[in-house]
């Protein structure tokens, strides 16, 4: 059984066609890296799996149930979570009470209008164990505000953990980082256990090509190299259209 | 989280509880201190616009949807409460009657404009508010049109007469506390956190697995129902009801009130109807130009505190402390911006 399934996707934003006739296979476990140009459709084809786009035909399938029809909202209920490559925080709150918001997202206690939600402990000490393992505990307390962005993208990445996925989208987890932060990140995300498939857009090819599995190549929304890295970066294609030759 | 339990929040806990006490105490007080029935009734009035505003701070505030309809809702409560009394029937009746109706508007306000946010959100609550105020005007066979409809009695709860400007301040009183704890309780809880997402980060909140449509609709029936309750002293308060407390202009009003006093805090939406009911009632007798005054304290208001005026006196305030050269641990933005208040923690300067 595959772990996520994408099956002829297609988009058009009026006559502009985003997405052509993608498909994925994610077995459980795997790291699949999609890269491409900018504009090839990658974040949209996120937004696709993810439900935040409604497709116009193809459909996707998480561990053998359609999910085509299925709002965002219930994707991440059936452990499908994501990051943005725009971050997408909540400022005016703690780092801590940003992964509360991601915890809380799943737990039924969301619709608890009269509890105090600072009193909730067994959502503190887990929203302090997902910032553990991005290694931002000892400033959980901080306003969002008073962070730098290397440690904004981490706090996506706690958000997306604190939810325990299945499936996690990660949209250029290294967008916008230092050096020593993308080696930071990139140790963190080889430290997320197998039974997790990841599917990772990015562009920058020396730190996500030895971390994935297998390899995408986007480009005017279709899918046209698809393979090992050996593979996608012996292709004479990929040369032509990525590597600028 | 955990800076909950140092020892410099709690100190600042029991200093909130402490002004807590005291202001409920200086509002028990009130009908001591000033014992004509006319500021008695003002200060009843400010308490249930205070409501009215807290109701549409739910939405303005914490939900970030901004409501011209609200008058709408207001109006509905108090016009059930006068048609059934005028009916014959008996308040306990009519007071619930006027809930639940208020409630089902509500449910239906919310359907429709709910589909849209921002400026369309404002359009569609601002036509909904102009259909009740039209239906209260026009439809006269039922409203009375621009006569409006008189309430004869006020009831007697408990056997504990509302009649005098004393009893009916107690009353407005409780219900204001009242409302005003399930507003404080409901900012702190889950669902209330989950709204100032939904505010803050809708299409973030939805990929986290919360239904934003939901919350907000349950927003905006929390909102509705303070609202109806605001409506339904009004009309005991005025012991009159006729289309003009449903106006664009009112639900205008309570908006300024909002966002005058600070959208988004507990307090805020009090001291907005505070500022303009003095105004209106008591200044009004001194200057004849009252519009313009209010007008130039909102002015005034937007320009030295774009946040409002709870907010904003709080940050002068703590900038005047700083200047004074005290050293002494921040509140970080703490009040000054909604749903953090509680969040946020102590840093050092």
């Known amino acids: 059984m595959s772990a996520l399934v994408v099956n002829n996707l297609c988009k058009s934003f009026g006559g502009l066609r985003v997405t052509t006739n993608v498909c994925l296979d994610g077995a459980p476990g795997e790291r699949r890296l999609i890269i491409g140009p900018n504009g090839a459709g990658k974040t949209t084809l996120f937004n696709l799996i993810t439900g935040e786009l409604t497709a116009d035909a193809g459909w996707v399938k998480l561990f053998d149930r359609d999910i085509t029809r ?47 939600l600072v009193r909730q402990e067994h959502l503190a000490m887990q929203a302090r164990e997902a910032l553990r393992r991005v290694g ?48 930071e990140v990139r140790k963190l995300l080889l430290a997320i256990p197998r039974d997790v498939t990841i599917v990772m857009i990015e562009h920058d090819m020396d730190v996500a090509l030895d971390f994935a599995d297998r390899i995408s190549l986007l480009h005017f929304g279709e899918v046209i190299v698809e393979g090992t890295r050996a593979e996608v970066v012996a292709n004479p294609r990929t040369r032509e259209v990525y590597l600028g030759e | 989280m955990s800076g909950l339990q140092s020892p410099p929040m709690t100190r600042a806990f029991n200093g909130r509880h402490l002004a807590m006490a005291a202001a409920v105490l200086a509002l028990i007080a009130v009908p001591y201190a000033i014992p004509e029935g006319y500021y008695v009734n003002i200060a009843s009035q400010i308490l249930l616009y205070a409501i009215f505003a807290m109701g549409l701070n739910v939405l303005v505030g914490y939900a970030g949807l901004v409501s011209l309809g609200h008058a709408g809702l207001f109006g509905i409560a108090a016009y059930v409460v006068a048609y059934l009394l005028a009916a014959g029937h008996s308040h306990t009746v009519a007071i619930l009657a006027a809930l639940v109706i208020s409630l089902v508007s509500t449910a239906g306000f919310a359907a429709l404009s709910l589909r849209a946010s921002g400026i369309s959100f404002i359009m569609i609550t601002l036509a909904l508010g102009e259909i009740i105020w039209g239906v209260a005007y026009r439809w006269i066979s039922l409203t009375n049109g621009d006569n409006g409809i008189s309430v004869a009695t006020r009831p007697a709860p408990f056997g504990f007469s509302l009649s005098s400007a004393t009893g009916f301040y107690y009353a407005t009183l409780i219900v204001f506390l009242l409302a005003m704890a399930a507003v404080a309780i409901f900012v702190r809880s889950p669902l209330g956190a989950a709204l100032c997402g939904t505010r803050d980060q809708p299409r973030r909140m939805n990929a986290l697995g919360y239904h934003v449509w939901m919350i907000r609709f349950c927003a905006f029936m929390f909102s509705g129902l303070l609202t109806a309750v605001a409506g339904v002293l009004f009309v005991y308060y005025t012991e009159f ?14 908006l300024l009130m909002v966002i005058s006093g600070g959208a988004g805090t507990l307090l805020g939406p009090v001291f907005g109807a505070a500022l303009v009911v003095i105004v209106k009632n008591v200044v009004s007798a001194y200057v004849t130009r009252w519009n313009f005054m209010l007008g130039a304290i909102f002015v005034a208001i937007v320009v030295f505190m774009p946040e409002g005026f709870v907010p904003g006196a709080v940050r002068l305030a703590r900038a005047a402390w700083r200047k004074r050269g005290r050293s002494r641990p921040a509140i970080a933005i703490a009040e000054s911006r909604p749903c953090t208040e509680h969040m946020n923690v102590e840093r050092e300067p």
């Open chain 1, 136 to 183: 931002l505990a000892q400033i959980a307390d901080r306003p969002l505000s008073q962070t730098s962005y290397g440690e904004r993208r981490r706090v996506e990445i706690a958000m997306a953990l604190a939810q325990n996925p299945k499936v996690l989208l990660l949209d250029e987890p290294f967008a916008g980082l230092s050096i020593d932060e993308r080696q």
């Open chain 1, 70 to 116: 299925l709002p965002t909202r219930k994707r991440a209920h059936l452990g499908m979570a994501r990051t943005y490559q725009i971050i997408t925080l909540f400022p005016q709150n703690t780092i801590a009470h940003n992964v509360t918001l991601a915890l809380l997202g799943l737990s039924r206690l969301r619709w608890n209008p009269w509890a105090e």
């Open chain 2, 241 to 254: 009801i006729s289309p003009q407390a449903l106006a664009l202009t009112a639900s205008a009003e309570g």
